[in-house]
């Protein structure tokens, strides 16, 4: 008899209802190969449903010992392709309001792949009679840093910083940096900040706006023009010189979501075509909003 699985979300039914999000008649939010853009988020769309389908996901507890830890493996895999069907929905131009939920239930898997990763943990310990290393869902010291980075910034741009206290427990195992604990401020009181910077392409670019005695946006500025309008112009050959660039893509998600954190006047930075600025609307819309409702 199977164990029951807790899940956090309902992913199957999640992608059903995306599956529903019309791709038409959308602005995207840079210029794109449009039929390429909406292949992307089909293929990630199907790959996410399969994945809903199968008992890899509905019934994870079923896996013991090595066959648990490859099944967790896959979580991770399509954990990964739904932070890409996110970027994808930002590239079409689906608003705020749309996004929203998709983020919540990627939020969600991610906090499902943790218990995946708790239950091979175990049953691998079972199997070999010691404990066995199981890494966190992911990894920040790897390029799976990108992930955190756009996980945590699109948690305040999308008004869902309710899921940052489990993404920071149980998804990054309070394994963070300077930027991760800056960007985890919505949703969690910190009491202390690392100062490590655990990458330094783009990130060590931003260690001006760290070492400000006040918070300013002031250093973000050339930030944004050398670590992605530049670099983002240079051949792939060139890109890889150097050590590995774990940007969040197109997007400064992490700049964005720091605009909205701080409550800065945003008019300089909104220059940059890499600064999602109507999401950085759509936050303080939701806050706002909020507000007036507490008062």
């Given at each position: 008899?199977?164990?029951?699985?807790?899940?956090?979300?309902?992913?199957?039914?999640?992608?059903?209802?995306?599956?529903?999000?019309?791709?038409?008649?959308?602005?995207?939010?840079?210029?794109?190969?449009?039929?390429?853009?909406?292949?992307?988020?089909?293929?990630?769309?199907?790959?996410?449903?399969?994945?809903?389908?199968?008992?890899?996901?509905?019934?994870?507890?079923?896996?013991?010992?090595?066959?648990?830890?490859?099944?967790?493996?896959?979580?991770?895999?399509?954990?990964?392709?739904?932070?890409?069907?996110?970027?994808?929905?930002?590239?079409?131009?689906?608003?705020?309001?749309?996004?929203?939920?998709?983020?919540?239930?990627?939020?969600?898997?991610?906090?499902?792949?943790?218990?995946?990763?708790?239950?091979?943990?175990?049953?691998?310990?079972?199997?070999?009679?010691?404990?066995?290393?199981?890494?966190?869902p992911i990894n920040t010291r790897t390029d799976e840093y990108a992930i955190a980075?756009?996980?945590?910034?699109?948690?305040?741009?999308?008004?869902?910083?309710?899921?940052?206290?489990?993404?920071?427990?149980?998804?990054?195992?309070?394994d963070t940096d300077q930027l991760l604990d800056y960007l985890c401020a919505g949703?969690?009181?910190?009491?202390?900040?690392?100062?490590?910077?655990?990458?330094?392409?783009?990130?060590?670019?931003?260690?001006?706006?760290?070492?400000?005695?006040?918070?300013?946006?002031?250093?973000?500025?050339?930030?944004?023009?050398?670590?992605?309008?530049?670099?983002?112009?240079?051949?792939?050959?060139?890109?890889?010189?150097?050590?590995?660039?774990?940007?969040?893509?197109?997007?400064?998600?992490?700049?964005?979501?720091?605009?909205?954190?701080?409550?800065?006047?945003?008019?300089?930075?909104?220059?940059?075509?890499?600064?999602?600025?109507?999401?950085?609307?759509?936050?303080?819309?939701?806050?706002?909003?909020?507000?007036?409702?507490?008062?």
């Amino acid at each position: 008899m199977s164990q029951t699985f807790q899940h956090h979300g309902q992913l199957a039914d999640a992608c059903a209802e995306w599956a529903k999000i019309s791709l038409n008649g959308l602005q995207p939010r840079r210029n794109l190969h449009l039929s390429d853009k909406k292949a992307d988020w089909k293929e990630a769309l199907g790959a996410l449903r399969r994945f809903a389908d199968s008992d890899s996901y509905q019934a994870p507890l079923d896996f013991k010992a090595h066959a648990a830890l490859e099944n967790y493996w896959k979580w991770k895999e399509v954990g990964a392709q739904a932070r890409w069907l996110l970027i994808y929905g930002i590239d079409l131009g689906l608003s705020g309001d749309v996004l929203r939920p998709i983020y919540q239930e990627v939020a969600a898997l991610w906090i499902d792949a943790a218990s995946a990763a708790e239950h091979a943990r175990a049953s691998m310990a079972q199997e070999t009679g010691a404990d066995y290393g199981v890494a966190a869902p992911i990894n920040t010291r790897t390029d799976e840093y990108a992930i955190a980075v756009t996980l945590l910034s699109l948690a305040t741009l999308l008004d869902a910083q309710d899921d940052v206290p489990a993404l920071d427990e149980h998804v990054l195992a309070f394994d963070t940096d300077q930027l991760l604990d800056y960007l985890c401020a919505g949703g969690l009181q910190l009491q202390q900040v690392s100062e490590e910077l655990l990458h330094k392409r783009p990130y060590g670019a931003m260690k001006p706006f760290f070492e400000q005695l006040e918070a300013l946006p002031d250093p973000l500025l050339p930030y944004l023009q050398t670590q992605y309008q530049e670099f983002l112009k240079l051949s792939p050959k060139q890109q890889k010189k150097g050590a590995p660039w774990l940007g969040t893509g197109y997007w400064a998600l992490e700049v964005a979501a720091l605009t909205v954190l701080y409550g800065w006047e945003d008019s300089a930075l909104r220059a940059s075509p890499h600064y999602p600025a109507d999401l950085v609307d759509y936050a303080r819309g939701r806050l706002a909003q909020a507000e007036s409702g507490d008062s």
